[in-house]
């Protein structure tokens, strides 16, 4: 469990038992009760077997893929994959490949709902790219309107392995990933997706799709 479930768990038990001490009934303290038993839940930390595949991209967040797009940056072009977290969903987010931190930015922003699109450019987010040794994957944790903290627990230079948990962001939220153009999608529109297990795509590097490319249309 994440350490946030036990203050806000314990601080509503507390809580419940300073109502139940000045009223001697137990109903009134059954809302704060449910709350502690809901923050407990909420900042749950499952385990997770992670693929060691080489090449592989794995999912940074648990959710929905709500979205899957090319898009053109300014390094070229990328694969968006975006994914809905809900208030039910696991919340700690893992890093989607291993290698170092190449750069974190923080970007100010509004809190519009993490299924709007716009939320990607328009909402506060932390901006992580980890550089492996072949590609670099890129991946934002993105605030929505229930969301107000976003933690990150790395900096840049770190090293960090595919799966391992490197952050949070509390309550409803969005986190997206942006993969190389030649980067082979293992998911699809509406998929649930696990954070750390489930794989989102397969990377060769491009010498090796280009050869693979070619080895299809010989035996095609």
């Known amino acids: 469990m994440v350490r946030d479930g036990y203050f806000y768990g314990f601080g509503f038990i507390a809580a419940g038992l300073v109502v139940y001490l000045a009223t001697g ?3 009134w303290a059954i809302v704060p009760f449910l709350l502690a038993f809901f923050f407990l839940w909420f900042f749950r930390d499952p385990k997770r077997p992670v693929p060691a595949d080489a090449g592989l991209v794995v999912s940074p967040a648990d959710g929905k893929i709500t979205e899957v797009a090319r898009i053109q940056t300014p390094t070229g072009e990328r694969i968006r994959l975006s ?20 750069e974190i930015r923080y970007q100010k922003g509004k809190h519009l709902n993490a299924l709007d699109r ?24 993105i605030a929505g309107i229930l969301a107000r903290r976003i933690v990150f627990n790395f900096k840049v230079g770190d090293f960090v392995e595919r799966g391992q948990r490197v952050g949070l962001i509390k309550f409803g939220s969005r986190v997206d990933v942006l993969l190389p ?25 491009p010498q090796e799709e280009s050869s693979l490319d070619v080895l299809q249309e010989i035996f095609a």
């Open 83 to 102: 994914i809905f977290l809900s208030v039910f969903d696991v919340h700690v987010n893992r890093s989607p490949i291993t290698g170092t931190i190449r």
């Open 118 to 141: 716009r939320c990607s450019e328009k909402n506060e987010q932390n901006v992580v790219t980890v550089q492996g040794e072949e590609f670099d994957v890129t991946f934002s944790q």
């Open 25 to 27: 009934q137990w109903a």
């Open 181 to 205: 153009g030649h980067a082979r999608v293992r998911v699809a529109l509406g998929q649930r997706v696990k954070g750390g297990a489930s794989v989102l795509a397969d990377i060769l590097p």
